[in-house]
């Protein structure tokens, strides 16, 4: 069986810059997998190629089998695969419920006699909507806020709501760019809790990127290290935590190395 | 549920309203109802604009342009084309009128909204100032070009339209345009609309294509737009490509910022109020009591619109009925700040 998601010798470049390259990487269904690197390492150009925000140079991307590399990120979110934004991206107009509710558009009918002649289907659309949306935002105890518009919100709520639009769009696998970003550490226990409570429940993949190793090393099942664009390890956490060229990236070469280099 | 049908009682209403008060419309002293037309169909210019701009945060400067299109189309079929209908109606009746003032607006709108996805398409992949820009161009394109075309008298005007406009069709249209975007709005393309104008990529990433929602937008404004230009054209039953400027397009981004952007009634009021103004202002140039200063300003329209707009921005940036925040007025796109704690990396 092939996997969930599969990137085969991704490169991706920005003029003369190249930001991913040659990344082979691998998501199985159910997974939860870990993306980590130091700043600058392209881990969200991974997720932006992924979710067709950018087209990779070269290199195959598929999902389920299908390739999807190149399509429009409208697209690739139908086919199952669903984001959160390092910096929150909600939609600041709206409410909670209807930042949830507009996630649901993928899954409707749109035909424009519905809306104008409102016809009896369109009435029993939007409450069959209304329902899930609901139990939804309940399920994560965001219902109590509903009403509200979505930057009323607390921080920590705010990340969960753009966690449970993504789930609105019900997906196969959930990308989530820095989700602890900005969180103190009450909140990165209870957002550690909830990703693997979202993956249980839904039933999802999770491909992960942060910055945070207490988390990645909590939750992920596997873990890849990219730096400046190259995957430089992978395995399980404790495996990657223990390479050399995981620890020269993040912390710097060992003294006795660089006194070599310098003689 | 209850209120599932008040939408469409309140337009049987307006549309029953309208009827009853075109039956006095022989009463009216004939410069009051052409300002009473003026009216309806500003509303309609303005809410249709408000779907471009305030709902999908398209900022589109081209109205006057798609207005135009649809006050020349309308026009030349009803003076020129109609003929071969009145015969095979038997002649001019109420009846016939009916029908060739109506295929002739509905032809406009159509031919406007033609132009709307000839516009809307290219400009697609351009935001905020850019597309501005574009669509300013759009409309001196379309003035330039009826000014050169003979068929519909270049910058001579066109002049011998019926005068088939009436209350009764001004107000239905303007009730008309007004339910078909709040029925949109209230449904799974208002969600569309408002999510293109507050974050596109996140719209795309939940799976909201943000194409389709634009042009809709485009097609839809550029429709009532037209439409409302055949209603003009068979108000003062002359047209000249001059008088679809883009000063003409300005007027009616004002009267969208004064309502407020994203608010329907409001934009119809501030239709109503800036109209009014307008008005008024050319008696106030006319009294000779006053300060030869003031009724020099008062005789260009333009200072008063723009003192108004300044007022407006200082004091009431959401517009007079706005009732979004600040920050979504139109097409700004931010993120909320993060409320407490350490930074977080924005972009």
Same mark, same amino acid.
């Given at each position: 069986?092939?996997?969930?998601?599969?990137?085969?010798?991704?490169?991706? $470049?920005?003029?003369?810059?190249? /930001?991913?390259?040659?990344?082979? !990487?691998?998501?199985?269904?159910?997974?939860?997998?870990?993306?980590?690197?130091?700043?600058?390492?392209?881990?969200?150009?991974?997720?932006?190629?992924?979710?067709?925000? =950018?087209?990779?140079?070269?290199?195959?991307?598929?999902?389920?089998?299908?390739?999807?590399?190149?399509?429009?990120?409208?697209?690739?979110?139908?086919?199952?695969?669903?984001?959160?934004?390092?910096?929150?991206?909600?939609?600041?107009?709206?409410?909670?419920?209807?930042?949830?509710?507009?996630a649901f558009n993928l899954r409707l009918k749109h035909r424009l006699a519905h809306a104008l002649l409102r016809i009896p289907e369109f009435y029993r659309e939007e409450a069959d909507v209304a329902r899930q949306v609901r139990e939804l935002l309940d399920i994560f105890d965001l219902g109590r806020f509903a009403d509200l518009r979505c930057g009323n919100l607390s921080y920590g709520d705010q990340r969960r709501l753009e966690?449970?639009?993504?789930?609105?769009?019900?997906?196969?696998?959930?990308?989530?760019?820095?989700?602890?970003?900005?969180?103190?550490?009450?909140?990165?226990?209870? !957002?550690?809790?909830?990703?693997?409570?979202?993956?249980?429940?839904?039933?999802?993949?999770?491909?992960?990127?942060?910055? %945070?190793?207490?988390?990645?090393?909590?939750?992920?099942?596997?873990?890849?290290?990219? %730096?400046?664009?190259?995957?430089?390890?992978?395995?399980?956490?404790? $495996?990657?935590?223990?390479?050399?060229?995981?620890?020269?990236?993040?912390?710097?070469?060992?003294?006795?190395?660089?006194?070599?280099?310098?003689? | 549920?209850?209120?599932?049908?008040?939408?469409?009682?309140? @337009? /049987?209403?307006?549309?029953?309203?309208?009827?009853?008060?075109?039956?006095?419309?022989?009463?009216?002293?004939? =410069?009051?109802?052409?300002?009473?037309?003026?009216?309806?169909?500003?509303?309609?210019?303005?809410?249709? !604009?408000?779907?471009?701009?305030?709902?999908?945060?398209?900022?589109? +400067?081209?109205?006057?342009?798609?207005?135009?299109?649809?006050?020349?189309?309308?026009?030349?079929?009803?003076?020129?084309?109609?003929?071969? &209908?009145?015969?095979?109606?038997?002649?001019?009746?109420?009846?016939?009128?009916?029908?060739?003032?109506?295929?002739?607006?509905?032809?406009?709108?159509? /031919?406007?909204?033609?132009?709307? @996805?000839?516009?809307?398409?290219?400009?697609?992949? +351009?935001?905020?100032?850019?597309?501005?820009?574009?669509?300013?161009?759009?409309?001196?394109?379309?003035?330039?070009?009826?000014?050169?075309? %003979?068929? &519909?008298?270049?910058?001579?005007?066109?002049?011998?339209?019926?005068?088939?406009?009436?209350?009764?069709?001004?107000?239905?249209?303007?009730?008309?345009?007004?339910?078909?975007?709040?029925?949109?709005? %209230?449904?799974?393309?208002?969600?569309?609309?408002?999510? &293109?104008?507050?974050?596109?990529?996140?719209?795309?990433?939940?799976?909201?294509?943000?194409?389709?929602?634009?042009?809709?937008?485009?097609?839809?404004?550029?429709?009532?737009?037209? &439409?409302?230009?055949?209603?003009?054209?068979?108000?003062?039953?002359?047209?000249?490509?001059?008088?679809?400027?883009?000063?003409?397009?300005?007027?009616?981004?004002?009267?969208?910022?004064?309502?407020?952007?994203?608010?329907?009634?409001?934009?119809?009021? /501030?239709?109503?109020?800036?109209?009014?103004?307008?008005?008024? #202002?050319?008696?106030?140039?006319?009294?000779?009591?006053?300060?030869?200063?003031?009724?020099?300003?008062?005789?260009?329209?333009?200072?008063?619109?723009?003192?108004?707009?300044?007022?407006?921005?200082? #004091?009431?940036? $959401?517009?007079?009925?706005?009732?979004?925040?600040?920050?979504?007025?139109?097409?700004?796109?931010?993120?909320?700040?993060?409320?407490?704690?350490?930074?977080?990396?924005?972009?």
């Open positions: 069986m092939p996997a969930l998601l599969e990137l085969n010798q991704c490169t991706v $470049q920005f003029g003369g810059l190249t /930001a991913v390259s040659k990344l082979d !990487l691998q998501v199985g269904e159910n997974d939860l997998v870990g993306l980590i690197g130091p700043n600058g390492a392209g881990k969200t150009t991974v997720f932006n190629i992924i979710t067709g925000v =950018y087209r990779p140079t070269s290199g195959s991307i598929a999902f389920e089998g299908k390739p999807i590399a190149g399509l429009k990120p409208n697209v690739i979110a139908g086919r199952g695969v669903a984001r959160t934004f390092q910096n929150i991206r909600l939609f600041p107009t709206l409410t909670v419920f209807d930042n949830v509710r507009a966690i449970v639009r993504a789930l609105a769009t019900k997906p196969e696998l959930l990308l989530l760019d820095e989700p602890a970003a900005g969180m103190n550490p009450r909140e990165k226990e209870q !957002l550690m809790e909830l990703i693997k409570f979202v993956k249980k429940k839904f039933e999802i993949a999770v491909l992960l990127v942060e910055h %945070d190793m207490k988390v990645v090393m909590g939750i992920c099942e596997r873990v890849t290290v990219l %730096d400046y664009g190259v995957k430089i390890a992978e395995g399980s956490p404790t $495996q990657v935590q223990a390479d050399p060229k995981v620890q020269e990236a993040y912390l710097g070469e060992p003294a006795k190395k660089a006194e070599e280099r310098n003689a | 549920m209850k209120h599932r049908h008040t939408k469409q009682l309140a @337009l /049987a209403g307006a549309l029953i309203v309208a009827f009853i008060g075109s039956q006095f419309a022989g009463h009216i002293n004939p =410069y009051y109802l052409q300002v009473i037309l003026f009216i309806g169909i500003n509303i309609t210019l303005a809410t249709s !604009l408000n779907l471009i701009n305030g709902y999908t945060g398209q900022f589109s +400067l081209g109205h006057a342009g798609f207005m135009a299109i649809g006050a020349y189309a309308s026009a030349f079929l009803s003076t020129e084309k109609s003929a071969g &209908v009145f015969a095979a109606l038997g002649g001019v009746s109420a009846f016939s009128i009916f029908v060739v003032f109506a295929g002739a607006l509905l032809a406009g709108g159509i /031919a406007a909204a033609i132009a709307g @996805l000839i516009v809307g398409v290219p400009s697609l992949r +351009l935001k905020g100032d850019y597309l501005a820009i574009v669509t300013l161009g759009f409309g001196e394109i379309i003035r330039v070009l009826i000014q050169n075309t %003979d068929a &519909v008298g270049g910058p001579r005007g066109y002049s011998g339209i019926s005068g088939y406009t009436t209350l009764f069709w001004t107000y239905a249209v303007a009730a008309l345009t007004i339910y078909v975007i709040l029925s949109m709005v %209230d449904s799974t393309y208002g969600r569309g609309f408002l999510t &293109v104008r507050d974050d596109e990529i996140a719209a795309e990433a939940v799976g909201i294509n943000t194409t389709r929602y634009k042009v809709t937008a485009f097609v839809l404004g550029a429709f009532f737009a037209g &439409v409302a230009g055949g209603l003009y054209a068979h108000t003062t039953t002359y047209i000249n490509p001059s008088g679809f400027d883009f000063q003409l397009s300005i007027q009616i981004v004002i009267m969208v910022i004064l309502g407020g952007m994203g608010s329907t009634v409001g934009v119809a009021f /501030a239709a109503v109020l800036l109209t009014l103004l307008l008005e008024y #202002l050319r008696f106030v140039a006319g009294y000779e009591w006053l300060p030869d200063l003031v009724r020099r300003i008062a005789s260009n329209r333009m200072i008063i619109f723009s003192l108004v707009l300044i007022a407006l921005m200082l #004091l009431r940036p $959401q517009g007079l009925f706005g009732a979004l925040p600040r920050t979504g007025a139109g097409r700004v796109r931010t993120t909320p700040k993060p409320e407490p704690g350490p930074t977080i990396n924005t972009r």
